[in-house]
Antibody, heavy 123, light 107 residues
Framework: QLQLQESGPGLVKPSETLSLTCTVSGGSISSSNYYWGWIRQPPGKGLEWIGNIFYSESTSYYNPSLKSRVTISVDTSKNQFSLKLGSVTAADTAVYYC??????????????WGQGTLVTVSS | DIQMTQSPSSLSASVGDRVTITCRASQSINNYLNWYQQKPGKAPKLLIYAASSLQSGVPSRFSGSGSGTHFTLTISSLQLEDFATYHCQQTYSIPFTFGPGTKVDIK
């Protein structure tokens, strides 16, 4: 079955760029009309939608609160998609999840999710 | 942005209880409402999409209802494995936003 796995540094310095990759296994990232998304959850807090990307034409949508700092990209040859968040501060400390997004025609539900990776912003 | 609220923020219940969680949107979202279950240290899991459609593999004791601005998630007979935090999410407009969560714990 489809599985997603986040990877990347667990510690990032303030003002630097957070970079994470989500590797998709058990299926092709370009096989269907799915989007691929990122969501984060600060410790002890709620979930925040970061954005998503479609594999074809690399159409992407971002949370306006993060848009100036975020880029989501896809690499179909590696069956991966990635998140870059620039100029990070302590407020960006969170567990970052990747997930498959079924798209607007089916209510953009998110399933499955990766296990999540904690990224701490600290000097 | 569409604001999502949930009530209660937490509740204590016993195995076998009927549990209802409410989610409200700050404006109409038709039925663009999904529910997720999250256990400590784990990723959220999709339970209900489009307000009332049960995701494949999810037990039938879970059900969702509502449209517009008022939605509910009901667990008809709480089981031990249902103790978790439940999140609603609107996908009517970007940015997609989540409710703050409702924690269900053991009485």
């Amino acid at each position: 079955q489809l599985q997603l796995q986040e990877s990347g540094p667990g510690l990032v310095k303030p003002s630097e760029t957070l970079s994470l990759t989500c590797t998709v296994s058990g299926g092709s990232i370009s096989s269907s009309n799915y989007y691929w998304g990122w969501i984060r959850q600060p410790p002890g807090k709620g979930l925040e939608w970061i954005g998503n990307i479609f594999y074809s034409e690399s159409t992407s949508y971002y949370n306006p609160s993060l848009k100036s700092r975020v880029t989501i990209s896809v690499d179909t040859s590696k069956n991966q998609f990635s998140l870059k968040l620039g100029s990070v501060t302590a407020a960006d400390t969170a567990v970052y999840y990747c997930a498959r997004d079924c798209g607007g025609d089916c209510y953009d539900w998110l399933d499955p999710w990766g296990q999540g990776t904690l990224v701490t912003v600290s000097s | 942005d569409i604001q999502m609220t949930q009530s209660p923020s937490s509740l204590s219940a016993s195995v076998g209880d009927r549990v209802t969680i409410t989610c409200r949107a700050s404006q109409s979202i038709n039925n663009y409402l999904n529910w997720y279950q999250q256990k400590p240290g784990k990723a959220p899991k999709l339970l209900i999409y489009a307000a009332s459609s049960l995701q494949s593999g999810v037990p039938s004791r879970f059900s969702g209802s509502g449209s517009g601005t008022h939605f509910t998630l009901t667990i008809s007979s709480l089981q031990l494995e249902d103790f978790a935090t439940y999140h609603c999410q609107q996908t009517y407009s970007i940015p997609f936003t989540f409710g703050p969560g409702t924690k269900v714990d053991i009485k």
